[in-house]
């Protein structure tokens, strides 16, 4: 079953506009993963950040962690065309399993 | 290694009949999962294995579904008797520690 909800569930943005997209789960958590999925597509790890971390970036992607408030957010920043994308939440906790949240569709206008 | 291989791409079945998807991982990693995800949905998790032994297994995988991996390389799921409720994408991913997995493309399997 799925844990996570991501906020929104669709974003639509211009080209160059940042895009912010947000996580809540439901359990403790060992680490907490952002990945992107294309249209009909597999999935493509983004980043990863631990429990014991609040913030991480990696080139336009900025990630935060609340473990007290069981949240994440996901930050692109000078969003491109290429960015369109589904964007997934994705949580391990005591076991190497992951739980998806619902996802957050982005659509990025040229 | 170019990554986790799936096949087939894609899968049209009759509603009754038995399929099997095939998913390579990477050479070097002990740990193989599989999910299924359904349209506008993220993916959900079926079940997972650490070299050859099935650790654990969601309420989710119901009798008609049964995964191997033997010889802790390879892993097929079957399916049997599919129902149209079964009508999915089906990944599979790998990793050898805790940090990022590789998923494969997927199999999407529609019953008809």
């Known amino acids: 079953s799925q844990q996570g909800e991501e906020d929104p569930q669709a974003l639509s943005i211009q080209e160059g506009e940042n895009a912010t997209m947000n996580c809540s789960y439901k359990t403790s958590i060992n680490n907490l993963q952002w990945y992107r999925q294309n249209s009909g597509r597999g999935l493509v790890h983004l980043i990863l950040?631990?429990?014991?971390?609040r913030e991480k970036h990696s080139g336009r992607l900025r990630v935060t962690l609340d473990t007290s408030k069981k949240s994440s957010s996901l930050l692109i920043t000078a969003s491109r065309a290429a960015d369109t994308a589904s964007y997934f939440c994705?949580?391990?906790?005591?076991?190497?399993?992951?739980?998806f949240g619902t996802g957050t569709l982005l659509a990025v206008q040229p | 290694d170019t990554g986790v291989s799936q096949d087939p791409r894609h899968k049209i079945t009759k509603r009754g009949q038995n399929v099997t998807f095939r998913c390579d991982p990477i050479?070097?990693?002990?740990?193989l999962y599989w999910y299924r995800q359904t349209l506008g949905q993220g993916p959900e998790f079926l079940t997972y294995?650490?070299?050859?032994?099935?650790?654990?297994k969601s309420r989710l995988l119901s009798d008609r579904f049964s995964a191997e991996r033997p010889k802790g390389s390879f892993s097929t799921l079957e399916i049997q008797r599919t129902e149209q409720g079964d009508s999915a994408m089906y990944l599979c991913?790998?990793?050898?520690?805790?940090?990022?997995?590789?998923f494969g493309s997927g199999t999407r399997l529609t019953v008809v």
């Open positions: 050479s070097e990693h002990n740990r």
């Open positions: 294995f650490q070299n050859e032994a099935q650790l654990e």
């Open positions: 950040i631990r429990s014991n971390e």
């Open positions: 994705a949580t391990r906790g005591a076991t190497n399993k992951l739980i």
């Open positions: 991913a790998s990793s050898s520690d805790s940090y990022g997995y590789t």
